[in-house]
Every structure is written in structure tokens, then in C-alpha cells.
């Protein structure tokens, strides 16, 4: 697998500090649901960053040559506040992938898939929901914990996915709630036991976020009955992040 | 050199001499593929099965029986952070395999959970590995492998098998978890192998 250099071809702000970068990549050999890429930034004098972003997009067909990353800004880092502010439609980016085997789904995986993510680790669900919207046939549900209202990535996006009959999206808010929604605080054992699917269900959970975000949830899971086996878990790494 | 990224600089300058492509961190990311099995040390077991298929077996209190090492050490994420001399506590692999009878040259580390990793037999050998059982002079956490996991500095940390369980040795290299899904055999950080034919 070798650097490959795609080009930026559209933008879109989803939040405040987020935002999603549509790549053109001539020789993609497509991905799965869940996988991710490394991008490598190099200045000037050549010195070198890379960090690790996960696909957004699901693989449409071998004609198409765009997937699309989606990167939250962490205060402070190196990589991330140039992608969301700095890189802009024309621009080259160096990146390399698809990697990782573990973290996704495929559409001939049987059972209920249950998804929840925090923050900016709702961004290989989405592709796993791009996916299923394609080729799933089995439930699929959404718990994805936000900040706020205005944290939401991909709003319109889960607004259509969830008129579907087949995806159930469920928002938690773990510091501000919009009007109607009485619930503020973060998953706990309760909302698990309401929301997620159960381990009778026979699903398969994919968890994904920041690092206590994720080993809370998987925690909580298992506590509730699920098979370890069944829960796979991606960890955003050091940032405290969104949650 | 690649392309320029047009308005990047870095940020650098932390100074360290770190493989290429990382960074420093001070906090502990943990990184796992699922939820933390919580193993509690009356229960638990290590065992090396060699390649003839006999069986040498350690619970806690002969782990913990053993001379142990306080180990410092440089350690490195292929996810990119590094952290610089953490300091643990564990029992030298050479102390473990010393009446191992073997001639394999791989072994295949198995965790609670159902983890596994590859290694050369020679890079567990000589000073180079532990089974680990406290971080910075506290019991091993659950969410860092506790209560014991492999400790093998020198390849990505994705090698340092958390909750192990077992060494199964073996004369032909089979590949391991993150290994199967694409990662490199080996794993050395100086030489960034991070994928498969890195
Ligand atoms: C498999 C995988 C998939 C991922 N997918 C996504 C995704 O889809 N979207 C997304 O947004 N993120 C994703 N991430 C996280 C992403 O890789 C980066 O970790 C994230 O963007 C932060 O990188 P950064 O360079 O901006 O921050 P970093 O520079 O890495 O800093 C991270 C934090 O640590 C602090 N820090 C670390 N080192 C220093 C230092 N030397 N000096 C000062 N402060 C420091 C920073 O202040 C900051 O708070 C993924 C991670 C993994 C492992």
C-alpha cells in the first residue's frame, strides 16, 4: 500500500468544528464500510504529520472515484485544525489506505446491527448506514451522543436515513438538549437497556469515539448481557474530544 | 519528498528522538478492538504450549512468585504516540521460558478476549519482553491489559498483548489479530512498519 495523492474536490461545514472533505482519488480500489486512511501532511522543509481519519462514505461503484472524510477540530492539535480550516477545493492531500479489517461491516454479515458512536466517532456509522441504505437488509439502529444540538454531524443526512423504515436514530445530549427533549446526560445503563438492541437480538455492536466514551458504552454492554465477542470498538486515540 | 501540503508548518519541536511518524504524548491512550475483559487474578492463568504441544502453567501467585524486573522503557503506538520511559513492573520472558523445552523460532500471543499477536521467538528472548503486572508502581489497570500483559518495547505496542493469557510456539509464523486485518508481520517502529509489506 503506498501514498497515493488525491485532490480536494468539495468541502461541506457540518458543525462549528467540523467538516467534511470530499477527495477524488483516480485509483481508489474501494473500502468497506468502517475502514479507515491515513493522511500525511508535509510542510515546506519537509517535516511530516499523518493521523488516521475514517472513511465517511460508503464504496458506491467502481465508476466513482470520491470518498469523503469528515475531521473534528481538536484545540490544539497538529493535523486536524488544518484539515477543517486550512485545506481548501484544489488542494493536494497525500493519503493512504483503505486500512483496518476489524471495525466494519459488510453487507453479507447477518443479524441487527446496533450502532453508537460519540462526537466525531459517528463518521465510519455513517459509511456503515450509507452502506446499509445500499445492501443491508437487517435492522439497523443509530445512538449517537452529541453535546448539544448545533454538534450534530450530519444532520440532514440522519434525518433521511431515519424516514427510512429500516434505521432507528436516537440523539442523546450530554450538556444542552433542544425544546421537547427532556433528556440531558450522558448513556448509562438505563438507556442502554431503552434504546440498544438486545443481546438476544443477536446483534452486532460497533461502538466508536473518544477513549472514555468507548469504555464506558462497551463496558455497559457487557454489563447488560452482550457477548464481548459481539461489541467491536474503534478508540479515537488521545483526544478527550467530543462527548 | 512527496507533495507540500500548501500552509501546513507542524507543530514539532518536541525535542524527542522518536521513531518517524510519531508524536509525544503524556496521557495513556488506550487503544483495544473491544469492550475490557475484567479478569480477576484468582482466575487467572498463563500457559506456553510449545510446538510438540506440552503445556507449562503459571497462575498468580507463581507469577508473582517470580523474581520480577522494574522495567523502563520507551513505548510506541501505531496509531503514532509515543511515550517516553514508563516505567513497569513484570517477570523477564527469559525467567519464564528458561526450562521451556523448544526449539520453535514464532510464537502466537493469546489474550482473555480472544486478542492475538505474532512474534519472533528471539524478539521475546534476551532482555527484550516481560509479562507485566504494575504501571508506574500501581497494579496493571484493567483498560492498560491488567492484570498482566506482554510487554515488548520494541515493536509497536500493538504487540504488547493486553490480558495475555498464553504463548502457543510454533516452527512456521501464523499471523495474529491486527496482523490478519492488515497490519505488518513484525512491527518494527524505527522502521515504520505499520501495514502489511511496509
Ligand atoms: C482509526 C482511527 C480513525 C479516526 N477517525 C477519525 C475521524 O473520522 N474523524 C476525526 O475527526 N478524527 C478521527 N480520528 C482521530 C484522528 O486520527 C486524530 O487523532 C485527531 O484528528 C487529532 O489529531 P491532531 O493532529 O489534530 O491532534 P494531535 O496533535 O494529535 O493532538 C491531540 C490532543 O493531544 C494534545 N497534544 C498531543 N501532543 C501534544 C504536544 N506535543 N503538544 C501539545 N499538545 C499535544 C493536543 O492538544 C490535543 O488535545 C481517528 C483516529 C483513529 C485511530
Known amino acids: 500500500m503506498s501514498w497515493q495523492v488525491a485532490t480536494v474536490a468539495d468541502v461541506r461545514q457540518e458543525t462549528e468544528t467540523a467538516r467534511t472533505i470530499v477527495l477524488d482519488v483516480p485509483d481508489w480500489p474501494g473500502h468497506l464500510a468502517g475502514q479507515h486512511l491515513d493522511v500525511r501532511l508535509t510542510a515546506e522543509d519537509g517535516y511530516r504529520a499523518s493521523r488516521s481519519y475514517s472513511i465517511a462514505s460508503a ?85 449517537y451522543s452529541v453535546r448539544r444540538p448545533e454538534s450534530v454531524i450530519y444532520v440532514s443526512d440522519l434525518k433521511e436515513l431515519a424516514a427510512s423504515d429500516a434505521v432507528d436514530v436516537r440523539l442523546v445530549y450530554t450538556r444542552e438538549a433542544p425544546a421537547g427533549e427532556p433528556r440531558v446526560g450522558r448513556i448509562d445503563a438505563d438507556l442502554i437497556e431503552q434504546y440498544a438492541l438486545k443481546p438476544e437480538d443477536g446483534a452486532t455492536t460497533y461502538v466508536c469515539g473518544p477513549t472514555p466514551f468507548v469504555e464506558t458504552v462497551a463496558n455497559l454492554l457487557v454489563a447488560a448481557g452482550h457477548d464481548p465477542a459481539r461489541v467491536r470498538t474503534e478508540r479515537f486515540g488521545p483526544t478527550g474530544g467530543p462527548r | 519528498m512527496g507533495i507540500v501540503s500548501p500552509g501546513f508548518t507542524g507543530r514539532r519541536g518536541s525535542g524527542a528522538d522518536l521513531p518517524p511518524g510519531q508524536y509525544l504524548t503524556h496521557e495513556f491512550p488506550v487503544l483495544s478492538a473491544g469492550p475490557t475483559p475484567q479478569i480477576l487474578t484468582d482466575h487467572w492463568e498463563f500457559t506456553v504450549t510449545t510446538e510438540t504441544g506440552e503445556k507449562y ?45 523448544t526449539g520453535a523460532d514464532f510464537a502466537m500471543a493469546h489474550s482473555y478476549g480472544g486478542y492475538t499477536t505474532n512474534l519472533p521467538l528471539d524478539d521475546l528472548l534476551d532482555g527484550q519482553s516481560w509479562i507485566a503486572y504494575e504501571y508506574d508502581g500501581e497494579p496493571l489497570h484493567a483498560e492498560h491489559g491488567g492484570p498482566a500483559r506482554l510487554l515488548v518495547p520494541h515493536l509497536y505496542f500493538w504487540k504488547s498483548a493486553k490480558w495475555v493469557r498464553g504463548l502457543v510456539l510454533s516452527d512456521s509464523e501464523d499471523l495474529g489479530f491486527w496482523e490478519t486485518a492488515g497490519y505488518h508481520e513484525y512491527g518494527d517502529p524505527w522502521k515504520e512498519q505499520r501495514y502489511a509489506g511496509d
Open chain 1, 59 to 143: 464504496w458506491a461503484n467502481s465508476h466513482s472515484s470520491t470518498i469523503e472524510l469528515t475531521v473534528e477540530q481538536v484545540p490544539g492539535g497538529e493535523v486536524s485544525p488544518y484539515l477543517v480550516e486550512v485545506l481548501k477545493v484544489g488542494d493536494p492531500l497525500e493519503i493512504r489506505g483503505p486500512v483496518g479489517g476489524w471495525f466494519v461491516w459488510k453487507p453479507e454479515q447477518e443479524g441487527p446491527v446496533q450502532l453508537i458512536g460519540g462526537g466525531s466517532g459517528v463518521v465510519p456509522l455513517r459509511a456503515m448506514l450509507r452502506a446499509h441504505a445500499v445492501a443491508g437488509t437487517t435492522p439497523v439502529r443509530l445512538l
Open chain 2, 57 to 101: 502453567k503459571w497462575d498468580w501467585a507463581a507469577l508473582t512468585a517470580l523474581p520480577a524486573e522494574e522495567i523502563t522503557k520507551d513505548i510506541h503506538c501505531v496509531t503514532r504516540w509515543s511515550k517516553l520511559q514508563t516505567t513497569w513492573k513484570g517477570v523477564s520472558l527469559d525467567t519464564l521460558l528458561a526450562d521451556v523445552e
